[in-house]
């Protein structure tokens, strides 16, 4: 790929009812202050969870965040081959490990082998340090370092190549992260509301007056502006010539239809989008949370005053920055974008063939 860069910019306008999918500390609803009001919020990381989550859900191969990558390494190691006992494939997966400059730990309580902080880490890489291993008795010469780091640094499956990695004990072992995920913020002001709930004995029918338990438990309404982009350039760096179309399209799809599960079951709270925006460009990705700076206010069809406002604040983009190479929407509701999208299906194939389209073109200019 040439050294312009494409972004895929995903723009999502989302009403939800009542809910608490983003909790603090305290247990209350994340909020965020915004064009001098309180708006609801659900944290960035907490929208990436629910991407991996759904790729997950859909058999995808996902990275596991854990302390105990030696132990997950051990436990493939013995699979591999049953000759290796508990011990010596702990010692071989510490070594090999090690080669990256990963440091280690035994928990005194339970006695496994832990690193300092998380790794995230692909099952390509535990399968393939795992073969490695296996063929390998000294991992303390520069080949072996060299050798073991790049294992780490390929095979990355989708999410780790999306959201990235961090690695104090080496940062050679870093992976950049190709997509970008904003906090959702409501387009409005919300004003917080609590539920209280009682909890009975139905073994003590003649009590019934009798309350057990009483508590609360604070919610919001809102519609969501949501937003995320992927830097194409990084994602196929990311990957190593895994199918970068097919890719996109797999991160397209699961940050539109995921949603974070918390408090899930008290509030059933599980919407579609009512809106999407999808624009393809060079050179740099654009949010367009600043269309709600000035907050909606209506008593009815917030959705309709809201996507207008984005749509005024995309319009706007268009003096500062080169026409788009693709925009796309898909929504049930007036707008006045050209190019739209009968439903899913239609939107994710316009995306993969402006995309194609776009990288076969890089490609020629090469």
Same mark, same amino acid.
């Given at each position: ?12 306008? $989302? ?7 983003? $909790? ?23 929208? $990436? ?13 996902? %990275? ?9 390494? %051990? ?22 490990? +090690?080669?990256? +400059? ?14 300092? #902080? ?7 890489? &535990? ?7 296996? #063929? ?6 520069? /080949? ?19 959201? +990235?990695?961090?690695? %104090? @004990?080496?940062?050679? *072992? ?5 997509? $970008? ?7 409005? =002001?919300?004003?917080? =509301? ?7 004995? @139905? ?32 994602? %196929? ?6 199918? &970068? ?11 539109? *239809?995921?949603?974070? #599960? ?11 989008? /009512? ?31 809201? &996507?207008?406002?984005? =749509?005024? =604040? ?7 920055? !080169? !026409? ?14 050209? /190019?739209?999208?009968?439903? *899913? ?10 995309? #194609? ?10």
């Amino acid at each position: 790929m040439s050294n312009t860069n494409l972004y895929l910019d995903l723009n999502i306008l $989302q009403k939800v009812p009542s809910f608490n999918i983003n $909790q603090d500390s305290t247990g209350a609803s994340k909020t965020a202050f915004y064009g001098g009001v309180t708006r609801a919020r659900v944290s960035a990381q907490n929208w $990436q969870k629910a991407v991996h989550d759904f790729f997950k859900a859909e058999n995808a191969a996902v %990275a596991t965040k854990t302390k105990e990558v030696a132990e997950l390494l %051990a436990y493939k190691l013995t699979a591999l081959d049953g000759s290796l006992d508990a011990n010596s494939a702990i010692d071989k997966s510490i070594a090999t490990l +090690g080669a990256a +400059g990963l440091k280690f730990k035994r928990d005194q309580s339970t006695g496994r082998v832990l690193t300092d #902080t998380y790794l995230m880490i692909s099952p390509d890489q &535990i399968e393939k340090l795992a073969q490695y291993a296996l #063929t390998h008795d000294n991992f303390t010469d520069r /080949n072996a370092k060299n050798d073991v780091t790049r294992i780490l640094q390929t095979n990355n499956s989708l999410d780790l190549a999306l959201f +990235g990695r961090i690695v %104090a @004990d080496n940062p050679r *072992l870093n992976v950049s992260a190709a997509a $970008q995920v904003a906090h959702a913020i409501s387009t409005h =002001e919300i004003k917080s =509301e609590y539920d209280y709930f009682t909890a009975f004995d @139905d073994s003590h029918p003649d009590k019934a007056t009798d309350v057990d338990m009483l508590g609360a438990v604070e919610y919001d309404s809102a519609i969501l502006y949501r937003y995320a982009n992927v830097s194409v350039n990084t994602l %196929a760096n990311n990957l190593n010539g895994g199918d &970068i179309v097919k890719s996109v399209a797999e991160f397209v799809k699961a940050f539109i *239809l995921s949603m974070p #599960t918390t408090a899930r079951m008290t509030f059933a709270n599980k919407t579609l989008p /009512n809106y999407i925006m999808i624009t393809l460009r060079e050179g740099t990705p654009i949010n367009l949370a600043s269309a709600f700076e000035e907050p909606i206010i209506s008593k009815k069809d917030c959705i309709s005053k809201s &996507i207008m406002r984005l =749509e005024d =604040e995309y319009m706007a983009t268009k003096r500062f920055v !080169e !026409e788009p190479l693709m925009n796309v929407i898909l929504t049930n509701h007036p707008s006045r974008i050209n /190019n739209q999208a009968g439903n *899913l299906s239609d939107l994710l194939k316009q995306v993969t063939d402006a995309l #194609t389209k776009a990288m076969q073109s890089e490609d020629v200019d090469d």
